[in-house]
C-alpha cells in the first residue's frame, strides 16, 4: 500500500493509522500548491478531487476520503481493534463520530487557511468550531479517555489531526481543557510520534 499524503494535512490521520495498525506501507508527499508528488507526478491524475489523503492499494486500487480509508486499514488490520466489528452498534458509533468530525469540525477549519477569506467568513467558522469542541468537552466529561470510551480508535486520530490544527491558527484550547488532555493523551502515544516525526511535525 502507499499513502499520498501532505505534511500536517488530513493525510495524518490515515497515517497514524496505518503506523497504529501495524501495516506495511509506503508514503508519497504531495506538494499541495504545485499539486505534484514527490516522484514528479501529477497528482491530479492521481486524484481528480485534487486532495490527500489517497491510499492506492496494492491491486493499483485507489481510495480516497479519510473516514473510508481509515476503516479500511482498520477492517484489513483487526489484530490493532482500531474499530468495532462491521455490523455491531458499537460499529455505528464510530461512524457517527467520524460523521461529525468530517462534516462539522474539519470543514469549519477550511476558511482559516484560505486567505482569501474574509473576516466574517473566519468569524463565523471560529464560531462553530468554539461551538462543535463545547460538545467535544462535554463528551469527554464523563472520564472517557478517547471518542469511544477506553480504547483508542480511527476517530481518535482524526480528531487529533484536527485538533492539532488549532496551534497553526492560533486557537487556544483553554476553554476545552478535557479536550486539550485528549490531544496530549494522543500526543503521547508512541506511534502517534513515530507519525509526527515522520512527516517533521515532531
Known sequence: MKLFYATGACSLSP???LREAGAK???ERVD???HRTANGVDFN???PKGYVPVLQLDSGELLTEGPAIVQYIADQNP?????PPNGTFERARLQEMLNFISTEVHKQFTPLFNPGASAEVKSAALDKIQSRFKFLEKHFGDGRAYLLGDNFSVADAYLFTIVNWTFFVKISLAEFPRLAAFHQRVTGREKVKETLRAEGLG
Open 15 to 17: 497515517h497514524i493509522v
Open 25 to 27: 506501507f509506503d508514503v
Open 32 to 34: 499541495l500548491a504545485t
Open 45 to 47: 491524475t492521481i486524484n
Open 79 to 83: 489484530q490493532a481493534k482500531l474499530a
